[in-house]
């Protein structure tokens, strides 16, 4: 019977990973254990299986799961119904829980766990949960197949009906094991490229702090620090341009943040540890970033730079982050430049930071205020564009005007009266 449930899952699992790559949300939540060490979940970026199971799953150290799978499910469903998917919002709430919105192939959960040691039990629909064989020494993985929503005529009826057998299912076996549910579905509701998906799509980009996040986001006390690339240090030499070196400070190397706010000032350390540096490795880099308040509004300083135990300080080679309303993040996708605080300094080091979004003296959340972006709203093309329309608008008054002004005769010959006589003379 275990064969026959494995070869099940194998072949629906292979069906659905090889003809699909179809992404679905995934809710994870328990009642007992506590996850940590979580990275931040993105908004828009598309989660593989491996990520998923290594990075998100494994932090609630699952013992025993309870997967329940539905054979289609959407963002929209969990947004649009969450008065029929009242139960799963209170479990969310009330339990340790994570929320996934875009997950690649997360029903091949139910293929990988058997290969990891876990005893597969499956739940079809209409079947009773109480006389499932749970081993007592073993991890449990017991995967509910919610009956189907794509043949219900009504939405709100069928995720309604399935809300009804989680909870069923919860109250039957739930208490007997300390189990991490997941909900998930084996493809998305709405379709990509439909209207409902790329309203989705628009909707989740205009309230992301940055169009990417290919970089390191960086928290600590009251300062977030999202790189869109890696830090990069510029030397050059003393007698000759064309002699640069550039070294980029990869991101991956980077270790915890910390920092410190208090009163008017705020600074984010940004560790990192073996760090190659030309022909050598460098064991730890630092670099301190510092900022300061004044009134309703707040500035970048300057970057102490350290790499083993050789400092510099960096100052702004413009006045890039100045007169940042409090509340709000500065967003600039455009590269910074930040040069030495010493004059003559030989070789002269330069350090670049190729778009970035931060903001200081908030909240510790994960979460950027509105941007206040380096690029204004009157750009020079739009300057361009106004004074070119202006200059022809002055053209096409000054035609009008002058057509205006031109008169015409008042009185014109009759050929059967007398002709119009005009004295040319005084």
């Known amino acids: 019977m275990t064969g026959k449930v494995s070869l099940l899952l194998l072949l629906s699992s292979l069906m659905y990973g090889v003809f699909a790559k179809d992404h679905v949300p995934v809710l994870i939540w328990n009642t007992k254990q506590a996850q940590s060490g979580l990275p931040a979940v993105p908004a828009l970026q598309y989660i593989n299986y491996s990520t998923f199971q290594a990075k998100y799953l494994d932090p609630f150290k699952p013992r025993n799961i309870l997967l329940f799978l539905q054979d289609a499910l959407s963002v929209e469903d969990l947004s649009s119904h969450p008065s029929e998917l009242h139960h799963v919002k209170q479990w969310m709430e009330s339990s340790h829980s994570l929320y996934l919105p875009n997950v690649e192939n997360a029903a091949y959960l139910a293929h990988d766990l058997p290969s990891h040691g876990y005893n597969v039990v499956v739940l079809e629909p209409g079947v009773p949960a109480a006389g499932l064989d749970l081993k007592q020494q073993d991890n449990n993985l017991v995967v509910v197949k919610l009956p189907s929503t794509l043949t219900n005529p009504s939405r709100h009826r069928a995720l309604q009906k399935a809300d009804e057998v989680m ?144 400092k510099t300080y960096f100052k702004p080679a413009k006045p890039y982050v100045s007169g940042i309303p409090i509340g709000m993040s500065y967003s600039c996708a455009q590269a910074m430049y930040f040069k030495l605080n010493e004059t003559h300094k030989t070789p ?79």
């Open 167 to 310: 909870e069923n299912v919860i109250s039957k076996i739930g208490e007997q094991r300390d189990f991490t549910f997941i909900f998930t579905g084996l493809k998305p509701s709405v379709e990509e490229h439909s209207e409902q998906f790329e309203e989705r799509i628009r909707v989740a980009r205009s309230s992301m702090p940055s169009e990417e996040r290919s970089g390191g986001f960086h928290n600590a006390s009251c300062v977030k620090i999202n790189l869109l690339s890696d830090i990069v240090l510029i030397y050059k030499g003393s007698n000759s341009t064309e002699n640069v070196t550039e070294i980029a400070i990869d991101d991956s190397n980077a270790a915890a943040d910390s920092g410190d706010c208090s009163g008017d000032t705020a600074r984010i350390l940004i560790k990192y540890i073996n760090v190659p540096i030309g022909s050598y490795t460098a064991a730890k880099v630092n670099f301190h970033f510092e900022f300061k308040k004044e009134g309703g509004q707040w500035m970048l300083e300057g970057v102490d730079n350290s790499i083993d135990d050789k």
């Open 348 to 426: 002269e080091i330069q350090m670049k930071i190729g778009g970035v979004q931060m903001q200081a003296f908030s909240p510790a959340e994960e979460k950027f205020g509105g941007a206040w972006d380096c690029v204004g709203f009157f750009t020079v093309p739009i300057w361009v564009g106004l004074l070119t329309s202006l200059f022809y608008v002055f053209i096409l008054s000054v035609g009008m005007y002058m057509l205006s002004d031109i008169k015409t005769m008042d009185r014109f010959d009759d050929p059967k009266g007398q002709p119009i006589m005009v004295p040319n003379t005084d």
